[in-house]
């Protein structure tokens, strides 16, 4: 590791240029604000560089949560999560629920230990912290500083996100843990064991580890610790929640279509209400829950469930509880409604040809595939023409390893090279899902 660090009034000074820089980003459905901080050499201190990207849906007037997205461990997957704060499909459900988007990044080398930050009492809690009152400030939004925080952590993510648990458990509306979680490493005596509190089995949960890690092994003990810490939590009344992936192994697959509705259900039971004077997260009714057998497919009501409580999976309701079971079963979930439609579609004339311009939201259940571009009611293209992701579905945006777009970026533009003729044409856009459906066309452009 670097050991030479700067003064702390350079420190400063740095941190307050890169805030002021970042704060003034804008996209057309929202803002992206960027803090970094350079490692530092005091005891208990984070001693590397983290930087935290947010994204601030357009318009939100109080934000109501933190949806914090943690990469796992290694250069990939911090370099991975670079471009994660301009997801569209996360975004999508942080405009829902008037959350903030945060995509942290650690500066990891591969000669450092990711424990020097996935494990949060080295540092790392203090620095996420900080970042939420630097945001807070940057973003005009005193309340992001104080608004609860869902954790969605992969491998070292989930590691990290089971000690956040133990250190802030009021704070925590739910945690999903994708192959990764600290639990066995403290129960052999690995890391340091935390003190749980019983707020902690109050924290909705869900374990999603990839079948194929059971026998991998390299990444076995992401199996057997998420089993474990589901069966221990479970024994004790937590309302936690297995998820095997059948399709893959560490990489994070399409577990998203899961994840996404996981914490949309765990928002709606815990955010308190708009204007209530009591903004205390509410507590899971257990009765509520959809519960089904450790390792089957199928669940049911929790009054009507006869197996083994102390190793039911916990689900948060009906909705949730029949894509869980489409999930388990095939490492997808189906949707039947279609997309958004594309809005503001614009045609500018250029030497080049037509360029189209749109506006466009991620579909809630199934985010975007493609862009299928009309000329005079007419199909012209498909943008992109192969839409990529070797990890799950083909998506607008060419998924990671680790749940994050992949640089470059792709704009919600197409040019028609074909019209060059010189005649006025009409153009409409249409959004493609990653199930396959289609939305309404937008309107029609003016005719250029």
Same mark, same amino acid.
């Not at 494990?119 to 807070?136: E, I, M, V, W, Y």
């Given at each position: 590791?670097?050991?030479?660090?700067?003064?702390?009034?350079?420190?400063?000074?740095?941190?307050?240029?890169?805030?002021?820089?970042?704060?003034?980003?804008?996209?057309?459905?929202?803002?992206?604000?960027?803090?970094?901080?350079?490692?530092?050499?005091?005891?208990?201190?984070?001693?590397?560089?983290?930087?935290?990207?947010?994204?601030?849906?357009?318009?939100?007037?109080?934000?109501?949560?933190?949806?914090?997205?943690?990469?796992?461990?290694?250069?990939?997957?911090?370099?991975?999560?670079?471009?994660?704060?301009?997801?569209?499909?996360?975004?999508?459900?942080?405009?829902?629920?008037?959350?903030?988007?945060?995509?942290?990044?650690?500066?990891?080398?591969?000669?450092?230990?990711?424990?020097?930050?996935?494990?949060?009492?080295?540092?790392?809690?203090?620095?996420?912290?900080?970042?939420?009152?630097?945001?807070?400030?940057?973003?005009?939004?005193?309340?992001?500083?104080?608004?609860?925080?869902?954790?969605?952590?992969?491998?070292?993510?989930?590691?990290?996100?089971?000690?956040?648990?133990?250190?802030?458990?009021?704070?925590?509306?739910?945690?999903?843990?994708?192959?990764?979680?600290?639990?066995?490493?403290?129960?052999?005596?690995?890391?340091?064991?935390?003190?749980?509190?019983?707020?902690?089995?109050?924290?909705?949960?869900?374990?999603?580890?990839?079948?194929?890690?059971?026998?991998?092994?390299?990444?076995? /003990?992401?199996?057997?610790?998420? #089993? +474990?810490? $589901?069966?221990?939590? @479970?024994?004790?009344?937590?309302?936690?929640? !297995?998820?095997?992936?059948?399709?893959?192994?560490?990489?994070?697959?399409?577990?998203?279509?899961?994840?996404?509705?996981?914490?949309?259900?765990?928002?709606?039971?815990?955010?308190?209400?708009?204007?209530?004077?009591?903004?205390?997260?509410?507590?899971?009714?257990?009765?509520?829950?959809?519960?089904?057998?450790?390792?089957?497919?199928?669940?049911?009501?929790?009054?009507?469930?006869?197996?083994?409580?102390?190793?039911?999976?916990?689900?948060?309701?009906?909705?949730?509880?029949?894509?869980?079971?489409?999930?388990?079963?095939?490492?997808?979930?189906?949707?039947?409604?279609?997309?958004?439609?594309?809005?503001?579609?614009?045609?500018?004339?250029?030497?080049?040809?037509?360029?189209?311009?749109?506006?466009?939201? /991620?579909?809630?259940?199934?985010? #975007? +595939?493609? $862009?299928?571009?009309? @000329?005079?009611?007419?199909?012209?293209?498909? !943008?992109?023409?192969?839409?990529?992701?070797?990890?799950?579905?083909?998506?607008?945006?060419?998924?990671?390893?680790?749940?994050?777009?992949?640089?470059?970026?792709?704009?919600?533009?197409?040019?028609?090279?074909?019209?060059?003729?010189?005649?006025?044409?009409?153009?409409?856009?249409?959004?493609?899902?990653?199930?396959?459906?289609?939305?309404?066309?937008?309107?029609?452009?003016?005719?250029?």
């Amino acid at each position: 590791m670097n050991s030479k660090h700067k003064p702390p009034f350079l420190v400063a000074a740095l941190v307050a240029c890169l805030l002021t820089l970042f704060a003034a980003e804008a996209s057309a459905n929202g803002r992206y604000l960027e803090v970094t901080y350079p490692p530092s050499a005091q005891t208990g201190e984070l001693s590397l560089g983290v930087t935290y990207r947010m994204w601030l849906p357009e318009g939100v007037k109080t934000v109501r949560g933190v949806i914090v997205h943690q990469h796992g461990c290694g250069v990939g997957s911090r370099k991975g999560a670079e471009p994660g704060a301009h997801d569209l499909h996360w975004q999508a459900l942080c405009k829902k629920w008037g959350c903030a988007l945060i995509m942290p990044s650690y500066h990891q080398e591969e000669k450092d230990n990711c424990r020097l930050w996935c494990d949060p009492r080295n540092g790392s809690h203090q620095t996420f912290l900080k970042c939420l009152t630097d945001l807070a400030s940057q973003s005009g939004h005193p309340e992001l500083e104080r608004a609860p925080w869902c954790l969605w952590g992969h491998s070292g993510g989930g590691f990290w996100s089971s000690l956040m648990q133990t250190m802030y458990p009021e704070r925590i509306v739910a945690i999903w843990f994708r192959s990764g979680t600290a639990f066995e490493y403290w129960e052999k005596g690995e890391v340091a064991k935390p003190e749980i509190p019983a707020a902690a089995m109050g924290i909705p949960m869900m374990c999603n580890p990839g079948a194929k890690e059971n026998s991998d092994k390299k990444f076995s /003990a992401a199996w057997t610790g998420t #089993l +474990t810490m $589901f069966k221990a939590y @479970r024994a004790k009344g937590a309302p936690i929640g !297995f998820a095997p992936d059948p399709r893959t192994a560490h990489e994070t697959g399409d577990s998203r279509y899961l994840a996404i509705p996981f914490f949309d259900a765990c928002l709606a039971l815990r955010l308190p209400d708009k204007g209530s004077n009591d903004q205390s997260l509410k507590p899971i009714d257990q009765k509520q829950a959809w519960l089904a057998p450790l390792l089957g497919d199928a669940a049911q009501p929790a009054a009507k469930f006869s197996g083994n409580l102390a190793d039911s999976v916990w689900l948060p309701g009906e909705a949730f509880a029949k894509f869980w079971s489409q999930y388990v079963k095939t490492g997808a979930t189906e949707d039947t409604t279609p997309p958004p439609s594309p809005t503001n579609v614009k045609a500018i004339v250029k030497p080049e040809g037509v360029v189209l311009t749109w506006d466009a939201e /991620a579909d809630f259940e199934s985010g #975007l +595939t493609a $862009f299928l571009i009309e @000329r005079d009611g007419r199909p012209l293209a498909q !943008f992109p023409e192969k839409p990529q992701n070797k990890f799950g579905r083909p998506l607008f945006q060419n998924m990671s390893y680790g749940d994050t777009p992949v640089a470059p970026l792709l704009d919600f533009q197409f040019t028609d090279t074909t019209a060059t003729d010189g005649k006025q044409h009409e153009y409409r856009v249409v959004a493609v899902n990653s199930a396959g459906l289609k939305s309404a066309a937008s309107n029609a452009t003016p005719k250029p």
